[in-house]
């Protein structure tokens, strides 16, 4: 038995069987159209090899097309997650800027130290007193006595640490 275009695990045999040489050169003189069929029916039984690699290629396609789906669809995911971030950004610097808008464009701040070692041993005095009734206003008392009084939008007092001013502040920093 001879077979055609066999590959391993494949029996497909020819429409014919040759039985000696002679009818081997006879089987080549037939006409093209009978090497024709046979090749057609190794295809439909999946023994040829042209066959076999439609058959692989076909859920590699499968995938291919799979992917192109996916990317496509997750190229559309970034672009509207991007313009999602575009416009929160967009928000975030807007408002702060209003906040400080509706509190006033200046604001003025004053941060009054404590006394140092170095003045408390010297025996000085803060000639800043706070008024507690007056929560953003500072008297200066003058070495004559005499007194000056200031407003500000925020007073930061002598044991208000480095926290509190950050809190306050780091609104209109961001702005």
Do not use: W
Not at 15 to 38: C, G, I, M, T
Not at 82 to 100: F, M, Q, S, Y
Not at 135 to 160: C, M, Q, T, W, Y
């Amino acid at each position: 038995n001879v077979q055609h275009g066999s590959s391993p695990g494949c029996n497909a045999k020819s429409s014919y069987e040759l039985k000696n040489k002679d009818d081997a050169e006879d089987a080549e003189e037939q006409p093209n159209s009978l090497k024709s069929a046979s090749l057609a029916l190794e295809e439909v039984e999946g023994c040829h090899p042209a066959a076999k690699v439609r058959q692989m290629k076909q859920p590699v396609h499968a995938m291919e097309v799979a992917f192109q789906n996916f990317k496509k669809s997750s190229q559309e995911d970034y672009e509207i997650l991007k313009n999602r971030l575009d416009l929160e950004c967009a928000e975030r610097r807007r408002l702060p800027n209003e906040l400080i808008e509706l509190k006033g464009n200046i604001r003025v701040l004053c941060r009054c130290r404590p006394l140092n070692r170095d003045e408390i041993a010297r025996g000085l005095t803060s000639v800043v007193d706070f008024d507690s009734s007056l929560e953003n206003e500072l008297k200066i008392v003058g070495a004559d006595s005499s007194e000056k009084r200031f407003k500000f939008d925020h007073i930061f007092r002598p044991e208000d640490n480095q926290e509190a001013v950050f809190e306050q502040t780091s609104p209109l920093v961001v702005s």
